[in-house]
């Protein structure tokens, strides 16, 4: 099996590909500065470094001293709203700090590395909808903007260096994990606030739609990545369009209880539509998804119920 560094494996996704990749043998080490990502998230059978990936020698030693066949790189700075306030912050976590990990992968020879990149933010304002990986990538935030330019390093690097990667192009990720106090998006985020009995709020009129995929999913999708000679560019999600509305009634549903709900101004930076097509990966990487948005929800609440 294979040595797997996974920055960023004591997150929300990052933890649950951690636990997947043991189950299947892998020996697995994980980076990751805790800023959002949980300690009691990390596997034990990992071997774990608090280190920034801003940390150029100490990110180089570990590569030198672990030699790695395989890295995903997951390890970001999250919130699209922050990276509207604090673009220069998004921009050293997500691109140089990013850099310094692909660096080393490319010093360091790495089979492959594969990267957490955003189908919902890179493309902006589609006005196709599914939108497929070539259609033009406007985005619409500093967040989608340094997703899309380090995708951009990714390709260079292959390029002129030789360097193997997949960059997958997420939709609207959810499930167990992703709420804990936190950053998080929209739907643990409802469903931690009528589990707790809180007020959720809604940006705009509601009708703003996404592509929500549950975390399991997305996981399957990072695995088949490993061991082949694919490379390129992957949406990951549904293919489905849900607004907020639907969101609201299929939580409500799924606990049986009413959610409390104020509207407020629309923020800035965020696309109205986004909705993934996901043919390409059907077709290369033979991957599909498999949990539907109730099932998914009812996890996430029985999950989010569970760390009362």
Excluded at 148 to 177: C, D, M, T
Excluded at 260 to 273: Q, T, V, W
Aim: with cysteine; aromatic share 12%; net charge neutral.
């Amino acid at each position: 099996m294979s040595k797997i560094l996974v920055s960023g494996g004591a997150g929300f996704i990052g933890s649950n590909l951690v636990d997947k990749l043991i189950d299947l043998g892998h020996q697995v080490v994980v980076i990751d500065n805790l800023f959002s990502g949980k300690k009691e998230y990390l596997n034990p059978q990992a071997k774990f470094y608090q280190v920034d990936i801003n940390d150029n020698d100490s990110v180089s030693d570990i590569f030198s001293k672990e030699k790695f066949d395989y890295v995903y790189h997951l390890a970001a700075q999250i919130d699209v709203r922050r990276s509207v306030d604090d673009p220069v912050l998004d921009n050293q976590i997500n691109i140089i700090g990013a850099l310094n990990i692909l660096k080393n992968c490319c010093d360091y020879k790495v089979k492959k590395i594969m990267f957490a990149s955003s189908g919902g933010a890179i493309y902006g304002f589609p006005e196709k909808i599914p939108t497929p990986e070539n259609y033009p990538t406007y985005p619409v935030s500093p967040y989608g903007i340094n997703k899309l330019s380090f995708e951009k390093y990714l390709n260079y690097y292959y390029k002129v260096y030789g360097q193997p990667y997949i960059a997958f192009r997420l939709a609207n990720v959810y499930g167990p994990r992703q709420y804990k106090g936190g950053e998080a998006g929209v739907v643990s985020i409802f469903i931690n606030n009528i589990v707790n009995d809180k007020v959720s709020y809604i940006y705009g009129d509601g009708f703003q739609t996404r592509d929500y995929i549950f975390v399991d999913d997305v996981v399957r999708a990072f695995i088949s990545g490993l061991d082949n000679d694919i490379q390129g560019e992957f949406n990951i999600g549904t293919g489905v369009e849900k607004n907020l509305l639907d969101i609201i009634f299929a939580i409500e549903s799924a606990d049986g209880s009413k959610m409390k709900i104020e509207y407020l101004s629309p923020k800035a930076g965020e696309e109205r539509n986004s909705c993934l097509d996901c043919s390409k990966a059907k077709l290369i990487l033979k991957w599909e998804p498999k949990v539907d948005l109730n099932t998914g929800i009812d996890l996430t609440i029985k999950w989010t119920k569970s760390i009362k």
